[in-house]
């Protein structure tokens, strides 16, 4: 019988070379239909760690990609604000805030974390949707996408922190050393802004309402945190409602540590602390409930 | 006995119409439906509006194994790959999976094009579960697998698209999981990128790895993989030897077949000068040949619209045999095509003589060219259009003569023997 012509392309080896065998070469993964309502699987974030800093690092190359003025809009976007509250709110309105510094300044500093906060919100909330290419064709911890996105804000931060040092500097002025502080009031303004974004990222897979609805809120927000006026200002009867708001807590204690007045009470604190928290564990067992369904509805 | 690599069983996968594909609601309908489903109660969850895409499919495959899922569209394939990927969870069964898993549903996942090659290649391989020493490591072969080494730091946005797939590709084709899981659209691109993607494919297989392939196109299954699943409407509806799996596929209703027509122009393939209406596989009492005897001619029928006047038109086969080698070419030599052609519907046939094609599954594609001096330009080019296939009734008088195993060869031409004797 003839059989060279034929050409069958693949015969297996009879003692097919195993690759280098890893440990990840031999584990097991079972798929099956999680039952569990809520499992954070930290292990698994921790394995795609990588994917997560190169998603991040993504986000901060190409935020001013093809811009005029690249990165400038991450000083230009709080400096404008400032300015124009500065005009409107101290010269027009005459808000005058008992913390002995120029009122630039007093509103710089509540906008530096507000800001972060604000792009936090907005990035994360975008960044299942945002990126539904990759939630319908590859697996991964949808965990990672918002996480990734709070990173990039956090560069911003950092290049709008030099316009305070230099109105330190301007004003002859020492920024306090409460300062040593501040990581604590911008680590519950990622809390907040990440649980909010957890929330507003899965719900926006099925509904998209959520980016019509969120600028609105980030602007009800801005009004409703001690950001043009200071928190001693709110009437006291009113006090309790606004520390529910944890912008309040971080922004009254961002002024705290840098210019050093102004202590925050400390039910404020806790209550802003606590509704983070609250915010952001909510938001993880929202998203890992819902997450098993993206691929399905977005 | 080789460890088993995948396991399922069991997996089933439910919809709710309309949950599948740009299903997304906004809030007021959401409310609307839930008070509705308040008054109603309808909590049947087998009800109407759900579909199993997936139902009850159970399969385990060895380590090294390089197996084929067929099936036409809708019969869950991709849901299944899209399981097995992770991508989706399944409504009921599980599979077990041994060893780090990579699934190339598309090429450039997750590519930016306002990123350079070297940035993409880095972004795209961790997408795809490659640490990044391991792409550090790889970089110089990707790069120059895709050949694109001028290019490696300008955005990919000024990239030809050509360049693109490629690099897209290598990226791809440089990942070393345990379980690979394809889809059919890594082969994309031109013929000479799909090849180099099936012979890489090729490779990894022979590397020991377990390969699950998606595929429509029955001689890339048949040449790339050992065993092949067949599903239909979400059901496993046979597991087996590729050859055996996909001859059965192209003889049931649901895949390609021996006659396929387009009734409605604009859905047919062609362009603005030629539409395809039908072809079909006769046989010389003129109807639908799904089996040929060896012995006799099976002509390709193919009825096509020529709907402007225009330079002189080209029909054209292709041949192909069940292991995807090309068998031959053949253009229409009609003296009737020396001239430029007149609008109107005609029909061409091609007779392939009897005792040439080999037995087995041989597949025709079709293609309608025009000629003008300046170039050839391709109207209709539809691969693996239609199938049929070739059977030896074994009557002593073809090239086997009595012969009953299996024959070799992609052709198989009965010749004139003379034989002497010589002192």
Known sequence: MIEAGRKRATKPPTQPQTPPQQPEAQRLTRIKPSNRFFSLDLGEL???????????????????????????????????????MTLIFHQFLGINPEYHVPYVLFSYVGLLPWTYFNACLTQSSASIVGNSPLVTKVYFPRLLMPLASVISPLVDFFVASTILAGMFVYYRQAPHWHTIAAPVFMAIALMT???????????????RDVPYALPFLTQLLFFMSPLVYPASDVPQRFRWLFALNPV??????????????????????????????????????????????????? | MAAFAIQAEGLSKQYRLGQHRHAYKTLREELGRATRALVRRNGDANGPGTIWALDDVSFEVEQGEVVGIVGRNGAGKTTLLKILSRITEPTRGYADLRGRIGSLLEVGTGFHPELTGRENVFLNGAILGMKRKEVARKFDEIIEFAGVEKFIDTPVKRYSSGM?????????????????????????GDAEFQKRCLGRMDAIGKSGRTV????????????????AILLDRGRVVLDGRSEDVTAH??????????????????????????????????????????TVDIRRPVGIEITFDVLRSGPPVRPQVMITDESGLHSFNALDTDTRWQNSAEPGAYTSTAWVPGNLLNEGVVFVSVFVSTLSSQRTLQHVKERDI?????????????????????????????LEWTTDSVE
């Open chain 2, 386 to 414: 239609v199938s049929f296939q070739v059977a030896d009734p074994l009557e002593g008088d073809s090239a086997k003569g009595e012969f009953a195993g299996r024959w070799a060869g992609v052709v198989s031409p009965l």
């Open chain 2, 164 to 188: 693109y797939v490629r690099l897209a590709f290598s990226v791809a084709a440089h990942l070393e999981p345990e379980i690979l899981i394809v889809d059919e659209v890594l082969a994309v």
């Open chain 2, 212 to 227: 699950i392939f998606v595929s429509h196109n029955m001689p890339t299954v048949t040449r790339l993989c050992q065993r």
């Open chain 1, 193 to 207: 802004a990440l649980g909010l974004g957890l929330w507003f990222s899965a719900l926006s897979v099925r509904y």
């Open chain 1, 248 to 298: 309040t807590g971080v922004i009254d204690g961002m002024r705290w540590t840098v210019i050093g007045k102004g202590v925050p009470h400390y039910s404020v604190f806790g209550a802003s602390a606590a509704t983070g928290a609250l915010i952001l564990v909510s938001g993880l067992v929202f998203f890992r409930h819902t997450e098993r369904s993206f691929a399905d509805v977005i």
């Open chain 2, 249 to 290: 596929y192209l003889h049931s209703d649901t895949g390609t077949s021996a006659h396929r027509t387009w009734p409605e122009r604009a859905h047919a393939p062609g362009d603005d000068l030629i539409r395809l209406r039908s072809v079909r596989t006769v046989n010389t009492e003129g109807g639908t040949a799904h």
């Open chain 1, 46 to 84: 921790w394995r795609y760690r990588e994917l997560g800093f190169i998603l991040a690092w993504r986000d901060i190359k190409l935020r001013y990609k093809q811009t005029f003025l690249g990165a400038a809009w991450a000083i230009i976007q709080p400096v404008t604000t400032m300015v124009v």
